[in-house]
């Protein structure tokens, strides 16, 4: 007797809507096997992971600042997926969309530069990200290289850039030799949304690239280009559609959403520039993708309840001296088992009696 | 002399975590698996390694442990990939992702500790000869160890029939499993390979690179290993060779910041990564009449029944 996989005849779409749910639920309990195993208790550490962040306004703000920069990214990233073109790269392109923008900020520090400032720096920022992800979006077309390798690799070589910047012609003078620009002036800063929060417009801009992109990929037809070409590529090519320039578009999308997101991040909560501006947001915004089954609405759910992992794993280490690594472990686990359920959309579980088998085989 | 001398020693143990990594993921890849995780499988076993090694005061331990952990962490993706036919791609980031986490768990403990690190084993009279004695003869256990295995790994592929069968997995796994293998079976076992591999490759860092533990002390060599695999063509000998050099633009870099030659350290240290992308257009440019990668590379299969 033995447990395989068999291809369902089509796909299930109950499983589609629950595989998400279970594959929480299946990380909640690996994550009271891993509590119960560093010593701390299991139901204090997953109240302060999941409701204690949502029990005060401050925490609640802080969700929305942290779920923003992960939704922009996701909602590219999304798009480069469902055409099967891997960028894995984010993280580069919203360190570079950060250094483009704060060069506007900064070259503008002091002077009496008027409301055109964070505009063009939301605008420069979103065309330096998208040229950055247009190298291995060209790498791939033009030469057949892996863009998978040359995106990453290039997410490298901005943080070395960025550190460069910051601890060399950038630096504050007034900094005390702290690897970090100026405080930017106001007209250089991301308004706040509540006076003395936390909410800022970056947030209502997240909110309208989830709605931009509803519609591409439920009214236009370059989103049905694009779902096509990843789901059915022979079909696409029968079809008249040109792969290679949606790969070049949607890296350029994506690479755009991700150096807005930077440059919303260090204009916004941030405030300056300096190494470390990101936690890992275009990493954690490929499980926010997939968690969001590469679907707009999802990945702002998704986004939201990834953003609730990193305000309440801060919360569990300064209340239960959780390790802040625990929040790593939980992103990457929660991936395993969104990939892992999304398998039974396609396939279910058969028993094979071997003996059997064996006679199918001879007739 | 003593410079030169020095700088071959430094280009060899900087190459050689790279030539182990690279070795395990060319036989997975052989067999027609892309286990993008080759990064997350390092760090744990460079985190479990160390953590051995201080526990028992023994290298060889530590190496022991580094082997363990990648191999379970090569497990994880072995049920996913190819047990619950997950996209590889994803599964491969889900395992790097993870990895960066659970070793940074593991190793918490450990930051700020110091063991000694691997002896070099000099071979008498042999190291004693000039210039290229100690080169060849003073080296530690794991740069002997990674040639072996490179070789082995080559005579097993090329001369062997468990090494055609193997190839024949990668480039068409529908026709090895009409032939009665078991496709999945020998995709396991290079996967768990490519896996243990990586453990040691993680493990020779803050065994005998470093004498101590730093999160995130890979820093992308995972990621380089596998670039080194197609800039190989999937072949061991050409391997052996971009891994050298790779090592080699590795300290030209961190001498050349010693040196001071006005360049920013930070362009320096890019260098390494800068230098993947463009061998990889090369190369890639250079192939554009046929690929060479196994033709079944990153394909899902679920054996008909």
Not at chain 1, 207 to 226: C, M, P, S, Y
Not at chain 1, 256 to 278: D, K, T
Not at chain 2, 18 to 42: D, F, K, P, Y
Not at chain 2, 145 to 167: K, P
């Amino acid at each position: 007797m033995q447990l395989v996989l068999e291809k369902r005849a089509e796909r299930s779409g109950t499983i589609a809507l629950v595989s998400p749910l279970i594959a929480i639920g299946l990380t909640i309990v690996t994550m009271v096997i891993l509590f119960a195993i560093l010593g701390k208790n299991p139901l204090l550490a997953l109240h302060a992971y999941f409701i204690a962040p949502l029990t005060d306004g401050y925490s609640l703000q802080e969700i929305a600042v942290k779920a923003t920069p992960l939704v922009m990214i996701a909602i590219g990233l999304s798009l480069c997926y469902l055409a099967n073109a891997w960028n894995i790269g984010a993280e580069g392109q919203f360190l570079i969309g950060a250094v483009a923008g704060s060069w506007i900020a900064v070259k503008t520090q002091g002077t009496d530069a008027g409301a055109w400032v964070l505009p063009a720096m939301l605008i420069l920022a979103a065309s330096a990200g998208a040229l950055y992800a247009l190298i291995p979006a060209i790498c791939k077309v033009k030469f057949g290289a892996s863009e998978i390798l040359t995106s990453l690799m290039l997410v490298y070589v901005a943080d070395l850039f960025l550190d460069y910047l910051v601890r060399g012609p950038w630096r504050d003078p007034h900094g005390f030799n702290f690897p970090t620009t100026a405080e930017f002036d106001p007209v250089a800063t991301v308004p706040l949304l509540i006076e003395g929060g936390r909410l800022h417009l970056g947030s209502i801009i997240a909110l309208l690239v989830v709605a931009a992109a509803v519609i591409l990929l439920g009214r236009t037809i370059k989103g049905f280009e694009i779902r096509v070409v990843g789901a059915a590529p022979r079909a696409a090519r029968f079809g008249g559609f040109n792969a290679d320039q949606l790969i070049i578009l949607t890296f350029a999308v994506s690479g755009a959403l991700a150096g807005l997101a930077g440059i919303i991040e260090v204009a916004g909560p941030v405030g300056h520039l300096q190494p470390g501006i990101s936690p890992g947001y275009g990493f954690t915004a490929i499980i926010v993708a997939f968690l969001g089954r590469l679907n707009p609405l999802g990945i702002l759910i998704a986004g939201l309840f990834l953003a609730l992992t990193f305000i309440g794993g801060e919360q569990a280490q300064i209340a239960m001296k959780i390790p802040l690594d625990v929040t790593k472990v939980f992103q990457g686990i929660l991936l395993f088992y969104v990939l892992a359920c999304d398998s039974l959309i396609l396939y279910r579980f058969k028993l094979v009696f071997p003996n059997r088998q064996v006679t199918r085989g001879a007739g | 002399m003593e410079l030169v001398e020095a700088i071959i020693l430094a280009v060899l143990a900087a190459s050689t975590p790279l030539l182990i990594a690279a070795t395990g993921e060319l036989v997975a890849e052989r067999s027609g698996v892309l286990n993008l995780g080759v990064e997350g499988m390092m760090i744990v076993g460079a985190a479990c390694g160390f953590a051995g090694a201080w526990l028992t005061g023994s290298i060889f331990i530590g190496a022991l442990f580094g082997i363990i952990a990648g191999t379970l962490m090569s497990l994880i993706f072995a049920l996913m990939a190819l047990g619950l036919a997950v996209n590889q791609v994803a599964t491969g980031l889900a395992l790097t992702i993870f990895g960066i986490g659970l070793s940074g768990l593991i190793g918490a403990g450990f930051v700020g500790e110091r063991i000694t690190p691997a002896v070099h084993l000099y071979i008498p009279v042999l190291a004693d000869i000039p210039l290229i004695g100690r080169v060849l003869f003073g080296e530690d256990g794991f740069v002997y160890f990674s040639v072996a295995l490179i070789a082995g790994v080559w005579w097993f592929l090329y001369r062997t029939r468990a090494g055609l069968i193997l190839r024949a997995c990668g480039d068409n796994h529908v026709s090895a499993h009409a032939l009665g293998y078991p496709v999945l079976r020998i995709r396991t076992f290079a996967v768990m390979f490519g896996g243990a591999c990586a453990g040691l490759a993680g493990a020779y860092l803050p065994l005998a690179y470093t004498p101590f533990f730093i999160p995130g002390m890979t820093a992308g060599r995972g990621w380089i290993a596998l670039a080194l695999v197609v800039f190989s063509s999937w072949q061991p000998g050409r391997l052996v060779v971009g891994a050298y050099l790779f090592g080699a633009v590795t300290i030209l870099q961190l001498h050349a910041q010693g040196w001071g030659v006005g360049i920013p350290s930070q362009f320096m240290s890019a260098l390494p990564y800068l230098a993947t992308v463009i061998v990889l257009v090369l190369l890639s440019r250079a192939r554009t009449g046929g690929s060479t990668a196994p033709a079944a590379l990153g394909t899902v299969f679920v054996p008909d029944r």
